[in-house]
Nanobody
Framework: QVHFVESGGGSVQPGGSLRLSCAASGTSSNIYRMGWYRQAPGKQRELVADVTLGSTINYAESVKGRFTIFRTNAKNTLYLQMNSLKPEDTAVYYC????????WGQGTRVTVSS
């Protein structure tokens, strides 16, 4: 079974930046398509960005131009660089395969507030 450990969240002011990291363990092979999901209070979890082993990338419209997803295939590690953060980016962020197949990790909380 694959386990995800997310980190890098925190509290920032609007316009600030954060870099999230996700380490996947428990698998000897790379996951073809990995993504960052988020769940804001009172809302459903949504996919915000994903990347394949071949570096094909997709972003949700709400984060295009502000977030950058990248991965290190050798270590099955996923990152999300978040710039120009907005209050509506406040959520718990998770990583998983796309489509989601494995159990969720504990997530990392991002709070954007002045």
């Amino acid at each position: 079974q694959v386990h995800f450990v997310e980190s890098g969240g925190g509290s920032v002011q609007p316009g600030g930046s954060l870099r999230l990291s996700c380490a996947a363990s428990g698998t000897s092979s790379n996951i073809y398509r990995m993504g960052w999901y988020r769940q804001a209070p009172g809302k459903q979890r949504e996919l915000v960005a994903d990347v394949t082993l071949g570096s094909t990338i997709n972003y949700a419209e709400s984060v295009k131009g502000r977030f950058t997803i990248f991965r290190t295939n050798a270590k099955n590690t996923l990152y999300l660089q978040m710039n120009s953060l907005k209050p509506e980016d406040t959520a718990v962020y998770y990583c998983n395969s796309v489509p989601k197949y494995y159990y969720w990790g504990q997530g990392t909380r991002v709070t954007v507030s002045s």
